[in-house]
């Protein structure tokens, strides 16, 4: 009997034992899983942040880069500008050096073809003052233009016109209107004779 009564006690000291056993699995695991929950929950809830964050970030990164692009092409737009700006100024002198050139040799030629050559020239040189604001130099180029063009051409010619209204706009911008107004008479005069 002691034997069975210590086999039966064995027995139940084992399922005890496998019981407990299966009761403190249960706890660890039922805390395990307690565990991951939470874990799982504040990974949802760090990773919503960080969306949310990186959201934000990535909001504040586009507008940054959008306002470094703006002043990017308004730098850009400014250089061209400048850019522009010292073409036109190289592109005028260029082109007045060349038309000075010009002048010098025609100027020496007695011919007519060579002489109203020389009179376009002059015209083109008050052009360019007129575009570096040099209007009394310009005016100055319109008027031997002029010369030359009363000498050789008919007093309805249109380049007569066109030399007396170039000369009614340079004296009009250098404000010296009561000349610029004598100058786009004559100007239409010349047309109104053309014409009838």
Do not use: P
């Amino acid at each position: 009997k002691d034997s069975e009564k210590d086999s039966e006690e064995e027995v139940s000291q084992d399922e005890e034992m496998e019981t407990g056993e299966e009761d403190q699995s249960e706890d660890v695991e039922g805390k395990d899983s307690e565990k991951d929950s939470e874990k799982d929950s504040e990974e949802e809830v760090s990773q919503d942040e960080e969306m949310e964050t990186g959201e934000e970030d990535q909001s504040e990164d586009v507008e940054g880069k959008d306002s470094e692009k703006d002043s990017e092409k308004d730098s850009e737009k400014e250089s061209e500008k400048e850019s522009e700006a010292s073409e036109d100024v190289g592109n005028l002198q260029l082109a007045w050096e060349v038309l000075e050139l010009a002048r010098n040799i025609y100027s020496k030629k007695e011919a007519k073809e060579d002489r109203l050559k020389l009179a376009q020239i002059y015209l083109n040189l008050g052009e360019v003052g007129l575009e570096t604001e040099k209007y009394e130099q310009a005016a100055e180029d319109f008027m031997s233009c002029l010369k030359i063009q009363q000498e050789l051409l008919a007093a309805e010619d249109r380049l007569l016109a066109e030399s007396h209204y170039q000369l009614g706009l340079a004296y009009s911008l250098g404000k010296d209107y009561d000349k610029s107004i004598e100058y786009y008479r004559n100007s239409h005069n010349v047309i109104k004779s053309r014409i009838g």
